[in-house]
């Protein structure tokens, strides 16, 4: 097949191309050339902004791409320019959205009441509270105020001349991870911190991930599949860890030492708020795409979370990246209790 991807140069997108390249597969990826990325020799390029794709159409029509796999649809703008393009160019395009459209993570933001049962199937209720990031002072990933996976999906799946496949993402973490996800855990045991403190309802806390390569992988199966026209499926690990389990087998693989101590809201200092319901948890049922696309993990968790360990220790990020469990206490205030504990 000859396979388009929109974007495609950092943290997913080179995993997808390999695995397509690895399949047979021929691969030409748009973007603006900025960003530099390791692709197999076999890849072709075209390098342009996708708020100009329209002005390359005629390329595309000479290219004339089986599937588009759109990485960066982050507005409906964004879907329905693609879509606008490629009608009548490409038979198929497969967009990457987010468990983030599901309701129960605007019950996890506090903009939605009424905690959502778990795991979250391809049809549970999505979000009436629209744009998650709008009135956040630090937008994930650096995300536009209009950034709406909600509304990039109904775009890409009510085009009858174009069929459309979905894929809802995990928070997804490995080489390259932009939010270093794991990071601060790591920092601690790598200071040889004698203890991690989480808050109660944190460590018992369940959501959904995904290790890069795994996802990658069925990013590539559901732009190959037929199957896959006019379907959404979610990809995540079979078996979802709460936030202790995952420290702890983290620590089991770095020989950390130290105990993780959990405590009650009440025990932690007076100033200390978690913005953050975790009465909601947030995780999904990833069979659909299990059966019907024969999708299983090609790298198990423990060496998903050993090439994880390795990247981070080699390309540790500076502090101001590391702002990816808010909900851990600063290391004075952690000897502290530690001490009073004692």
């Known amino acids: 097949m000859n396979i388009l991807l929109i974007g495609g140069t950092n943290f997913i997108g ?9 399949m047979g597969h021929d691969v030409t990826v748009f973007h603006r050339g900025k960003t530099k990325a390791e ?29 588009v796999v759109d990485m960066i649809a982050y507005t409906e703008e964004d879907a329905t320019t693609t879509m606008n393009t490629f009608k009548g160019i490409a038979q198929r395009v497969v967009t990457i959205s987010s468990i983030d459209v599901y309701r129960a993570y605007g019950v996890i933001l506090g903009r939605e ?52 496949t979905i894929i809802r993402l995990p928070m997804v973490y490995g080489y390259k991870d932009p939010l270093n996800r794991f990071q601060p855990y790591l920092q601690r045991m790598d200071d040889k911190r004698p203890a991690i403190i989480l808050e109660e309802s944190i460590a018992k806390w369940r959501g959904s991930y995904g290790y890069v390569e795994n996802i990658g992988f069925a990013i590539a199966l559901a732009a190959t599949n037929e199957k896959a026209k006019g379907r959404i499926y979610h990809v995540a690990e079979e078996k979802t860890l709460s936030e202790s389990d995952r420290i702890t087998k983290i620590a089991e693989l770095v020989g950390w030492e130290g105990n993780l101590i959990f405590l009650s809201q009440k025990e932690l200092p007076a100033d200390w708020k978690l913005m953050l319901n975790t009465q909601q948890e947030w995780f999904v049922d990833s069979t659909r795409i299990r059966q019907e696309l024969g999708y299983q993990e090609i790298v198990p968790l423990n060496e ?18 590391n702002n990816s469990a808010p909900w851990l206490l600063e290391y004075k205030t952690e000897d502290e209790i530690c001490m009073a504990l004692s």
């Open 14 to 22: 080179p995993s997808v191309i390999r695995h397509l390249i690895n």
């Open 39 to 67: 692709f197999p020799d076999a890849v072709n390029h075209i390098f342009g902004d996708r708020s100009n794709l329209k002005s390359f159409k005629s390329e595309f029509e000479k290219l004339s791409p089986t599937v």
């Open 113 to 164: 009441s009424d905690v959502v049962s778990v795991p979250l199937t391809e049809d549970s209720p999505l979000r009436s509270s629209y744009y998650p990031f709008r009135d956040m002072p630090q937008r994930p990933l650096n995300a536009p105020t209009d950034y709406e996976k909600i509304f990039v999906e109904k775009v890409v799946m009510s085009e009858p001349e174009l069929p459309g």
């Open 304 to 321: 998903a979370l050993y090439e994880t360990v390795k990247y981070l220790r080699q390309h540790s990020p500076i502090p101001s990246q």
